[in-house]
C-alpha cells in the first residue's frame, strides 16, 4: 500500500511540473504586457520597438524550437519571434494554442525565398509548400529574449 501512495504521488508532482507555466529564456515581469495590435501600432511610428507581446502559439520550429509564430485573439495578426542569438529554444510540440507573453524587440525585415523555404521546411511543410514560395516578404518581427508560456 505504501508503495501505491508513493507512486501515486510522484505520478501528481510529474504531472503538475510538466503542466504548469514556464519561462524559456530571460525571465521578465510579466506585468505590463501589449497586443500584438498595440505592436503594429508602435511599428508604424518606429522601427523597432522593445515590448512584452501577449499571444497565442500558431506554431514552433519544429527541429530546435529556435522560432515559433504567433496571433492575436482573433488570428487576423500574425508574427514571427526568433529565438534571440539561438540562446533559448522552445519546446518543438505541445505549444500550439497555447497563451505566451514574448520579451523582445519588434523590427521590420526583408525575408528572402530561400529563408521563407528554410523557415517552411523547419515547420515540417511538404515539399509541394515549400516550392510555392517564390516571392519574399516584408515583416514584423520579434528576436525574443524570453518567452512565458501558459
Known sequence: MKKYILALAA?????????QAQFYGESFD???????????????????????????IIQTCKKAG???????????????????????????????????????????????VEYLRHLAEDAGKSKAEIEKITQPETAIAIDAWGVWID
Open 11 to 19: 505520478v501528481v508532482i510529474a504531472f503538475n511540473s510538466w503542466s
Open 30 to 56: 510579466k506585468s505590463q504586457k501589449f497586443t500584438l495590435n498595440d505592436l503594429y501600432k508602435a511599428m508604424d511610428m518606429t522601427d523597432s520597438v522593445d515590448m512584452i507581446i501577449s499571444a497565442e
Open 66 to 112: 529556435c522560432w515559433m509564430e504567433i496571433q492575436n485573439a482573433d488570428g487576423t495578426m500574425k508574427t514571427k519571434v526568433f529565438m534571440k542569438d539561438h540562446a533559448f529554444g522552445v519546446p518543438l510540440e505541445g505549444c500550439e494554442k497555447k497563451s505566451c507573453l514574448v520579451h523582445g524587440r519588434a523590427f521590420r525585415y526583408n525575408l528572402s
